[in-house]
């Protein structure tokens, strides 16, 4: 079974810059969520995706936007960026049988993002 | 407006002693909570989780206690060995795992 990937490990961008983020679920997974953690700080949401559909956003900004695509690997990106971008951002896979259920999530090692 | 605190940043114990690590929530509609474990380079790892039904859940070393007239959770290693040295989260997330609130986290040092 393999687990949760993401790419790139680490990644430097300048300010005004978009990105983009790559995320592969573990199998089996059709959802996955998005997390930034800022140094010192734990994850906070930014969003999930459920069967293809944006499911739940926390505090985050329209520039911060997603995909997911059929096979369940999904994509972040991030327009106009700022200083405070700068983060490790994670992804995390999980089976949810009906939008609300509870089910253990399984995070990747993350994308160091520093923007200068 | 922090929904969740870890007030203890750090904590350093002996192994072979208990540690305690300590959470605290301002949401009432929390119904499950959960406690990850991060090492360095590794995204978190789900440790043990508590619904809001119970008091008390144990795994092994690991015991979680929840206080809901409090609003206060807490996480019991017993006894903590140097490899639970890690950053230990407590994230409540309703119903749905995946849209988790983190607390800032506490940085257990386990010393031989």
């Known amino acids: 079974e393999t687990g949760v990937t993401q790419s790139p490990t680490h990644l430097i961008k300048t300010r005004g810059q978009q990105v983009t983020l790559r995320c592969s679920s573990q199998s089996g997974h059709n959802t996955v969520s998005w997390y930034q953690q800022a140094l010192g700080q734990g994850p906070q949401f930014i969003f999930q995706y459920y069967r293809e559909e944006e499911n739940g956003r926390g505090n985050f900004p329209p520039r911060f936007s997603g995909l997911q695509f059929p096979n369940y690997s999904s994509e972040l990106n991030v327009n106009a960026l700022e200083l405070d971008d700068s983060a490790l951002y994670l992804c995390a896979s999980s089976w949810v049988v009906r939008t609300g259920g509870f089910n253990e999530q399984f995070f990747g090692p993350g994308t160091r993002l520093t923007v200068l | 407006d922090q929904q969740v605190k870890q007030n203890s940043p750090s904590l350093s114990v002996q192994e072979g002693r208990i540690s305690i690590l300590n959470c605290d929530y301002t949401?009432?509609?929390?119904?499950?909570f959960l406690w990850y474990k991060k090492y360095p380079a590794e995204g978190p790892t789900f440790l043990i989780s508590?619904?809001?039904?119970?008091d008390k859940n144990e795994d092994g070393r690991f015991t979680v206690f929840l206080n809901k007239s409090a609003k206060h959770l807490s996480l019991h290693i017993v006894p903590s060995q140097p490899g639970d040295s890690a950053v230990y989260f407590c994230a409540p997330p309703g119903t749905n795992a995946g849209k988790s609130t983190f607390g800032d986290g506490t940085t257990l040092t386990v010393k031989p």
């Open positions: 508590i619904s809001s039904i119970k």
């Open positions: 949401n009432s509609m929390f119904d499950y």
